[in-house]
């Protein structure tokens, strides 16, 4: 299901009113990228539009403005690490990250309440603050902290 492009928008300046740096993404059409590779795309609808998007990613209203007026339909990204104070735990769905999620809430305890969404791919995302340098960690089993540079 696609958004409606003037959804996409206000998304982003919603995420950057918490705060955190957002880009606008490629997105998915049909089973190709909006990028120049097209079918042989790797991340289709999961990767930047704009180059130096680490550096580049925004809060200020009248930026994102403009990159979704350029890109209405993009989807949205979150520069994620200690820039904007958060990062993200990604379960892959496909790759049994439900189930690598129930054995690390069995040894830790369960997650604490947060903001989340579903991603492309059925798996979810559950977004945490951070005030410090955290690195990428893959947890196995289909498990990732993505952190500074994700």
């Given at each position: 299901m ?27 059409m049909?089973d ?6 097209g079918?042989k795309c ?19 209203g009248?930026?994102i403005?403009?990159w979704?007026?350029d ?14 104070g ?20 069995r040894?830790?305890g ?6 989340s ?8 995302h559950?977004?945490f603050r951070v005030?410090?340098r955290?690195?990428?960690v ?5 498990a990732?902290l993505?952190a500074?540079?994700?």
């Amino acid at each position: 299901m696609t958004a409606r492009p003037e959804a996409m928008v206000i998304a982003a300046l919603d995420l950057a009113a918490r705060g955190w740096r957002v880009v606008p993404l490629h997105i998915p059409m049909g089973d190709a990228c909006s990028c120049s590779e097209g079918h042989k795309c790797e991340h289709i609808g999961k990767h930047p539009r704009i180059r130096a998007w680490a550096q580049r990613a925004s809060t200020d209203g009248k930026q994102i403005r403009s990159w979704w007026h350029d890109w209405p339909e993009a989807n949205v990204g979150v520069a994620l690490g200690r820039n904007s104070g958060v990062v993200a735990l990604d379960i892959d769905a496909r790759n049994g990250g439900y189930e690598r999620l129930s054995n690390l809430e069995r040894q830790h305890g369960p997650l604490p309440r947060t903001v989340s969404d579903v991603s492309g791919g059925g798996g979810q995302h559950f977004l945490f603050r951070v005030h410090r340098r955290v690195r990428y960690v893959d947890l196995g089993g289909g498990a990732e902290l993505l952190a500074d540079g994700s």
